[in-house]
């Protein structure tokens, strides 16, 4: 009979291969350990990483502007333009410094697997600080390259172009994209914690996929949606309403409610 998931906690990481009664139960039960260790954190360890994270997102706004603006103007330029928006995800995600989306899964699945209405409250704190921490990040982010004379004019002006683009997608295509966004980040993730090799290129083929789509980013999004603020060229509200939320609860429902949820109900029926 397969050995119960629950009884894999005392499991030393070694072992957990050989007697999960799946792969899945295994990434499952490490990903679970890893959300366990980021629900107990201190308020300020996890408040400075997520801060430290949403600066660090603004490389793939400002990557994806320098590809943009010295690239020849040709048809697949977007193509190349892509491996810029994968900047800030390598860089976060090889530091291990906090970003929201990444936590739409990871804390997530030890709340499913004993959910009571404090392993919520846990995981809705953990949030907040998360997203708290991202966008000043962010904003500090955006501050820096829309007030000081840091880049060339072709390179602002791209960087222009990117974040004016954001506020003339439809609200129901950021929504739709924002899900796509956050169920690809969970959908790394996983894949981050079942393979041992080649890690660094598994970041760069899923957030260049995601640059390539166009998708919606709530740390990203909101940075280049703040720059254009910043600069006078766009208004705060419609900005919120027409890019930020949707992107948040996109990310959280493509990464929540519909991945983790998915691999949650594959771990239980390997089990059952």
């Given at each position: 009979m397969a050995e119960p998931v629950a009884e894999l906690d005392n499991v030393r990481e070694e072992e957990l291969?050989?007697?999960?009664?799946?792969?899945?139960?295994?990434?499952?039960?490490?990903?679970?350990?890893?959300?366990?260790?980021?629900?107990?954190?201190d308020f300020f360890a996890?408040?400075?990483?997520?801060?430290?994270?949403g600066m660090t997102m603004s490389m793939s706004f400002l990557g994806r502007a320098l590809l943009q603006a010295y690239l020849p103007d040709a048809p697949a330029a977007f193509l190349i333009e892509a491996a810029g928006y994968a900047l800030g995800f390598v860089f976060v995600i090889s530091a291990g410094q906090q970003l929201f989306t990444e936590n739409t899964i990871t804390?997530?699945?030890?709340?499913?697997?004993?959910?009571?209405?404090y392993s919520l409250g846990r995981l809705l704190r953990l949030w907040g600080i998360v997203l708290l921490g991202n966008l000043v990040g962010g904003f500090i982010a955006a501050a820096v390259f829309a007030w000081l004379p840091m880049f060339t004019p072709e390179v602002d002006k791209a960087l222009?172009?990117?974040?004016l683009h954001l506020g003339q997608v439809p609200l129901a295509t950021t929504f739709g994209t924002a899900v796509l966004a956050g169920w690809?980040?969970?959908t790394l993730v996983w894949m981050l914690h079942a393979?041992?090799?080649?890690?660094?290129?598994?970041?760069v083929i899923v957030t260049w996929l995601m640059g390539v789509?166009?998708?919606?980013?709530?740390?990203?999004?909101?940075?280049e949606v703040m720059y254009v603020i910043l600069l006078g060229q766009a208004q705060v509200w419609p900005s919120l309403v027409g890019v930020v939320l949707p992107a948040l609860v996109g990310n959280v429902l493509g990464g929540t409610f519909i991945f983790a949820l998915m691999s949650h109900a594959q771990v239980k029926a390997d089990v059952e």
């Open positions: 291969e050989e007697r999960a009664p799946s792969k899945a139960a295994a990434v499952h039960e490490r990903i679970s350990r890893q959300g366990e260790k980021e629900l107990a954190r996890l408040f400075w990483s997520a801060i430290a994270a804390p997530v699945l030890p709340v499913m697997r004993n959910f009571s209405l222009l172009e990117i974040g690809l980040i969970a393979i041992e090799q080649n890690k660094l290129a598994m970041i789509a166009g998708v919606a980013h709530v740390v990203v999004g909101t940075i």
